[in-house]
Nanobody
Framework: QVQLVESGGGLVQAGGSLRLSCAISGSDFRINFMAWYRQYPGKERESIAG???????DYADSVKGRFSMSVDNAKNTVYLQMNSLKPEDTAVYYCNVYGMRLPEGRPFSSWGQGTRVTVSS
């Protein structure tokens, strides 16, 4: 089983920064893609950043130039650095990984528990 534990959310003033972390644990799996989503109340989760294993990150237009996604393979942790935060960034943020269970090759998708980010004006 692949588990994701997020941390780093909180309250910040507009223009400030936060760094979210997503620690990945488990065994017998291979990750193909990692992503960050956010969810506003009453809305569906939306993808804001994603990176294929060994590839480059891509970002939604709403966060491009302000957010940066990175991966520390030694720590099995995915990060989302959020700069120049705006009140409209207030949401619950989730990390997601997609990959294959080994050795059978069965696909899986796992989610973190979510971490709340609140940006005050």
């Amino acid at each position: 089983q692949v588990q994701l534990v997020e941390s780093g959310g909180g309250l910040v003033q507009a223009g400030g920064s936060l760094r979210l972390s997503c620690a990945i644990s488990g065994s017998d799996f291979r990750i193909n893609f990692m992503a960050w989503y956010r969810q506003y109340p009453g809305k569906e989760r939306e993808s804001i950043a994603g990176i294929p294993t060994g590839g480059s990150a891509d970002y939604a237009d709403s966060v491009k130039g302000r957010f940066s996604m990175s991966v520390d393979n030694a720590k099995n942790t995915v990060y989302l650095q959020m700069n120049s935060l705006k009140p409209e960034d207030t949401a619950v943020y989730y990390c997601n990984v997609y990959g294959m269970r080994l050795p059978e090759g069965r696909p899986f998708s796992s989610w973190g528990q979510g971490t709340r980010v609140t940006v005050s004006s």
